[in-house]
């Protein structure tokens, strides 16, 4: 008897010590944690906060050995660098500007305009070699821009679109388009057929049953796929570099890497240009967060 009551006296300290150690060890496993992220945060983010003080420090600070993080004089000289040129009049990198946001807008809005119907044929409809379909204008994505590019030079000579907008809006809406239809199958599929089969019963048409019931519940989808897309546009370079030749519809990107190169680069410039580059995707994404965040989860969520 006597043992027992020490078992069962000794035995409570010690269910008692259990959660402590598992509280302690939380602790440290949750520290640890925050310590890493810190590490990769400071890492991933070392690059933009290089460049965002670059493009405010005189050209002398810039190149100064050993490099000033602080104490730097600021000047604004580069950012207008970007937007006014020498004669006083527009200068080629904002031009390059005005070219990336009609390029990417407009490629983009045509990549939603079409893949989106798409999207929802291969949806609700039954198509013969469905998976083949789908998979065939999947496989058109696998190839990189520079395997192709030389196929598309020589065809866009032949009917006239080297070195124009209309040549690089169409080539990235063919680009962005298998994405969309392949991003927005999955958007649809989480939509119940049955709320269109509802609104015909009440005489809407399939289209109209599409347009006012189905569409508004793909807006978190179409604006998450509308910012990877438009990203894409954004940022391309290949197709750019080769495709244009000329400041008038030369894009940002070959414009920026254009800066780098020759007897002496401009830093300054190169940074405040790329910040300026940056700023229209970040603040869309940002306008568009609470879609882009609902966008992802819907597509996550199995019926």
Known sequence: MAVSVDEAVSAGPAGDRRPTVRRRGGRGRAMLEIALLTVLAVVMLFPVLWMIETSIKENRDVYAIP??????????????????????????????????????????????????????????????????????????????????????????????????????????????????????????????AEYEDAAMLDGYTRLQAFRRFTLP???????????????????EFVFAIFLTSSDSVRTAPPAIAGLIGGTTTDWGLVGAASVVFALPVLVFAYLVRKHLVAGVTLGAVRR
Request: no cysteine; proline share 6%; hydrophobic share 55%.
């Open 67 to 192: 490099a000033e993080f602080i104490g730097f004089t600021v000047t604004m000289e580069h950012f207008k660098d970007v937007f006014v040129g020498p004669d006083g009049g527009r200068s080629a990198l904002s031009v390059a500007f005005l070219n990336s946001a009609l390029v990417a807008g407009l490629s983009t809005v045509l990549a939603t305009l079409l893949g989106v119907p798409a999207a929802w044929a291969y949806s609700r409809f039954a198509v013969k070699a469905k998976k083949d379909q789908l998979f065939f204008i999947l496989s058109t994505r696998f190839m990189p821009p520079v395997v192709v590019v030389i196929p598309i030079f020589l065809m866009y000579r032949q009917i006239g679109l080297i070195d124009s907008k209309l040549g690089l809006i169409l080539i990235y809406t063919a680009y962005n388009l298998p994405f969309t239809i392949w991003m927005m199958k999955g958007f649809v599929d989480e939509v119940p």
């Open 217 to 235: 519940l793909l807006v978190p989808g179409i604006a998450a796929t509308a910012v990877f897309a438009l990203i894409f546009s954004w940022n």
